[in-house]
Nanobody, 124 residues
Framework: QVQLVESGGGLVQAGGSLRLSCTASGRTFSSYTMGWFRQAPGKEREFVAAIRWSGGSTYYADSVKGRFTISRDNAKSTVYLQMNSLKPEDTAVYYC?????????????????WGQGTQVTVSS
């Protein structure tokens, strides 16, 4: 079993930055694809970013590309989401996800494990 715990959410003014962290349990962390999703009120959970086990391949939703950066530190079993130039439309609960042998990184059924989420609120 794998447990994921997010941290780093909060309230920030538009144009500001936040760094989310997700710490995972288990020795298999380094072999897992890791992803970030978000869900705003009244909307479906949407893909934000993903990173392969090697760290060499990253993927971003068009809405965040150029503003967000996903990275991982396998020695610390942690994945990060650096969020810059935040907009009010980024307001959502952000979820960390993980899974092995993932082919399609942009869909929620692809992931086996999920964190409880952390709230990000961007004010105008």
């Amino acid at each position: 079993q794998v447990q994921l715990v997010e941290s780093g959410g909060g309230l920030v003014q538009a144009g500001g930055s936040l760094r989310l962290s997700c710490t995972a349990s288990g020795r298999t962390f380094s072999s897992y694809t890791m992803g970030w999703f978000r869900q705003a009120p009244g909307k479906e959970r949407e893909f934000v970013a993903a990173i392969r086990w090697s760290g060499g391949s990253t993927y971003y939703a068009d809405s965040v590309k150029g503003r967000f950066t996903i990275s991982r530190d396998n020695a610390k079993s942690t994945v990060y989401l650096q969020m810059n130039s935040l907009k009010p439309e980024d307001t959502a609960v952000y979820y960390c996800a993980a899974g092995p042998r993932i082919v399609v990184v942009t869909t929620t059924p692809s992931y086996d494990y999920w964190g409880q989420g952390t709230q990000v609120t961007v004010s105008s």
